[in-house]
């Protein structure tokens, strides 16, 4: 079956500091992988969507210098946010898409002290 | 503005009885529609979808009904149980494996026994 998986699970970080984030698809090839940020506040919130042989495109109040984002390969990617700061808090979810069917990890919960 | 929308925010049922979820959307091109389901501390998993070109899907005590006239459709979770107990996101789509998934704002089902 298709899973995603998605570590750390959560991290605990400075403000200031950068944390990174990985995402891997098993099972299937994705042909796209978005990341996402879940709060209580804003539901879901799209960071970028990354599609086989297209450029990263972000959404509007998120950017590459604050999330860079690599997608190697079909199977993998990261996220790093940096410089993170209190509203950088929340649960950052990948969803790797197959087709119309779009897989999510378990997500990385990030608290930022 | 809020392109996929959401009600109730919540509902509380009895073991038993059947959910109603319900959904709707502004943009005229989204056709793929999927539900997830999240539990607390977990990522959210593709439960059920349907494409416009249906008007039910059903999986089990699982079905969506779909009114591409009105843009809505609804989730009905029958013989609902205690486990079903989560927050439920209706998501759409437009067109093509990668364009970006639009959420709602979830509604928290409780079933009570």
């Known amino acids: 079956g298709a899973l995603v998986y998605q570590y750390p699970r959560r991290t605990i970080c400075k403000s200031g500091t950068s944390m990174r984030m990985e995402c891997q698809a098993v099972g299937f090839q994705a042909t796209s992988v978005a990341w996402y940020r879940q709060s209580p506040q804003k539901t879901f919130e799209l960071i970028a969507l990354s599609t086989v042989n297209s450029a990263i495109k972000y959404e509007q109040n998120f950017t590459q210098e604050k999330f860079p984002i690599s997608h190697p390969n079909l199977s993998f990617s990261s996220m790093t946010v940096l410089n993170a700061y209190l509203e950088d808090r929340g649960l950052y979810l990948c969803?790797?898409?197959?087709?119309?069917?779009?897989?999510f990890g378990p997500g990385t919960r990030l608290t930022v002290l | 503005q809020q392109q996929v929308r959401q009600s109730p925010q919540s509902l509380t049922v009895w073991e038993g009885e059947t959910a109603i979820l319900n959904c709707s959307y502004e943009?005229?091109?989204?056709?793929?529609f999927p539900w997830y389901q999240q539990f607390p501390g977990e990522g959210p998993a593709l439960l059920i979808s349907i494409s416009s070109v249906s008007d039910k899907k059903e999986d089990g005590r699982f079905t969506i009904f779909f009114n591409k006239r009105e843009k809505k459709l609804s989730l009905h979770i029958t013989d609902s149980q205690p486990g079903d107990s989560a927050t439920y996101f209706c998501?759409?789509?437009?067109?093509?494996?990668?364009?970006?998934?639009?959420f709602g704002e979830g509604t928290k089902l409780t079933v009570s026994s």
């Open positions: 998501a759409a789509s437009g067109q093509g494996g990668s364009a970006k998934l639009i």
């Open positions: 943009d005229s091109t989204f056709n793929y």
């Open positions: 969803g790797a898409r197959s087709g119309y069917e779009q897989y």
